[in-house]
């Protein structure tokens, strides 16, 4: 009998989260306060950070996790919780501080034990590593913004704005760029003999554009040069917008038809891909005054993250239920989670586009 280890129950947990989050945003009940940290804090980072527990090992060559498994997901699962309970509630800054002073002790050990792997390992570390770890400064980023609010009130807009813009396209989005590269040629059972030359070189333009991004859109600059921020957030998406495209443009030269199956984990996570790019450029939009602001963040988990965890977990739950050598239990499982995944991925790639635009 399968077994419901952390990263099975995380990532339906996920799921719940998402969809949860998604119905408050687009019913406009709560606060988007609310709904986005159920999405994301309670949701996305504990996920992720139970994810790369579970990949580090893998790129780096060395022994399963043991602690650095489920410890640092559970001590963020815990920060996202209290976090939902305060917007929920009483939207106390000290309670958020704490909350995220808790995610952040989560994020800083599962980096400190990736890097102790990556300093032990023989050969060449994997890129994809690299991607996690500038993810995981991102989160640190975002989480200390979070910190500095009650001791900053003058800044606290500019600096929710830098904590919005670093998780989504900086914790979450590199996350998902560095998983993906592998995951979908994997899913495909394929190869992709460029992966790790996008990996190596394309890691730069990522992070600088959701640098750019986030520290443009935050109004943080000082007043000499504030007027470059909109500039700065126009130069970041357009970095960004590159290493997406330059991923998706791969995969239609290598990949082609099988990306447009209507079963499968691949077409789900083509979407979510498509949808990241999306977003962008409507984020661009909403810059320029064309869009209003609120249902991005609904477009974003709809278009983008739905895609991407459901995609995902078809593909690797069953190995997580069952570790070990694969079987038939296996693929008669897989077969029926990823069915008519293509289907759903379009699905919500085109209402997560249309309620950004509503």
């Not at 989050?21 to 406009?28: D, F, K, N, T």
């Not at 994809?128 to 003058?154: E, H, K, R, S, T």
């Not at 379009?346 to 509503?358: D, I, K, M, R």
């Amino acid at each position: 009998m399968p077994r419901l280890t952390l990263l099975p129950l995380l990532a339906i947990a996920a799921l719940i989260a998402l969809v949860s989050s998604g119905i408050l945003l687009v019913a406009e009940r709560g606060s988007p306060q609310l709904a986005a940290h159920l999405a994301f804090a309670l949701g996305v980072m504990p996920l992720i950070l139970a994810a790369m527990g579970y990949f580090v090992p893998v790129l780096t060559r060395s022994s399963p996790p043991a602690l650095a498994a489920w410890g640092p997901p559970m001590l963020a699962w815990a920060g996202g919780a209290l976090a939902v309970g305060i917007f929920a509630t009483s939207f106390s800054p000290t309670g958020l501080g704490i909350a995220a002073l808790v995610a952040l002790l989560a994020a800083a050990s599962l980096g400190g034990w990736m890097l102790a792997r990556a300093r032990r390992m023989f050969g060449p570390r994997h890129r994809g590593l690299d991607w996690y770890l500038a993810a995981l400064g991102f989160l640190l980023l975002a989480l200390l913004a979070v910190i500095l609010m009650p001791w900053f009130p003058a800044q606290r807009g500019g600096l929710r704005l830098f904590h919005l813009h670093a998780n989504l396209l900086g914790f979450v989005g590199l996350t998902a760029l560095g998983t993906l590269q592998v995951l979908l040629p994997t899913s495909l059972r394929q190869a992709d003999p460029d992966v790790a030359t996008r990996l190596r070189t394309d890691l730069k333009w990522a992070a600088s554009g959701a640098l750019l991004i986030s520290i443009g859109v935050s109004s943080l600059l000082p007043a000499s040069v504030a007027a470059l921020g909109a500039l700065l957030a126009l130069l970041g998406s357009g970095l960004y917008g590159y290493v997406v495209l330059h991923m998706l443009s791969a995969w239609r030269s290598r990949f082609g038809a099988a990306l447009l199956r209507a079963d499968g984990a691949a077409p789900s996570l083509a979407t979510a891909a498509l949808g990241l790019f999306g977003m962008l450029v409507l984020g661009a939009a909403h810059g320029a005054g064309w869009v209003p602001a609120r249902p991005l963040v609904a477009g974003f988990v709809i278009a983008f993250l739905l895609p991407l965890v459901s995609g995902a977990a078809s593909h690797l739950l069953p190995v997580w239920l069952r570790p070990g050598a694969q079987g038939a239990w296996h693929d008669a499982l897989r077969a029926r989670l990823v069915r008519w995944g293509g289907v759903r991925g379009l699905l919500l790639l085109l209402v997560g586009l249309a309620v950004s635009l509503h």
